[in-house]
């Protein structure tokens, strides 16, 4: 069997819309944890790349569908890299990709009725956004701009060398922790960060970690379900 007559029988697979979805999925799903993990490109990113690649080939693309997909991937690296936390980056990314992947399965010679694209552009976007919101306060990326955050803070006191003794000691939070902020322990305000989820004031944590000038909170709710 010819290369061609292989592909035929593969294009007439990856064209199945159930099929096509899976793919759309595990590439947003890849190439999130490529982009969230700082400085490096490897077999997700790459992965991604050849999954989104076999979706655009097998329903014959023009190339409108496939720019606009790939603008609204670069604003989403914008916003994880470049401008953390603005969230208009990543707001007008999602919006892109959205038009890309309707634009990509609606355009073309083998294009799919125009119902079908936007009910998938729509699914596969709820989804990307929905699984990027949750992992990025989690991933190595968000993380990091944590410690450097912290490494530059000068909040109402920037405790160097607590002792080891406060570790455990339960506060509550004074000022938003994103993901760097103020919580008041034993009458003391003290520049923390969280690198777990966003906490606003009010909730109640516990010193989980300390490291030099780092110290790290966990919400006490979350500590007593895990």
Known sequence: MGFLAWWAQA???IA??????????????????????PLTW??????????????LLAHAVSGVGVLVLIGGVALLLVETHLLPGRGIAAFVGFGLIFGGIYLSLSDGPK???????LATAAAVTVFSVVTFLAYLPKSPVWKQLGRELYAQSVGAEFVRDLPQDWLGKRGQVATPLRPVGVVVIEGRQLTVVTEGDF???????????IIGDRIVVDPIAALATA
């Open 111 to 117: 294009h799919l009725n125009s119902a079908f694209s």
């Open 11 to 13: 294009e007439a697979f």
């Open 199 to 209: 906490l606003e004031p009010g909730i109640e944590v516990q010193i989980t970690e």
């Open 42 to 55: 490897g077999l997700t990113g790459n992965l991604s790349v050849v999954f989104f690649a076999l979706v």
């Open 16 to 37: 199945q819309p159930w099929v096509t979805i899976l793919l759309l999925v595990a590439a947003c799903l890849l190439l999130f944890h490529e982009m969230l993990t």
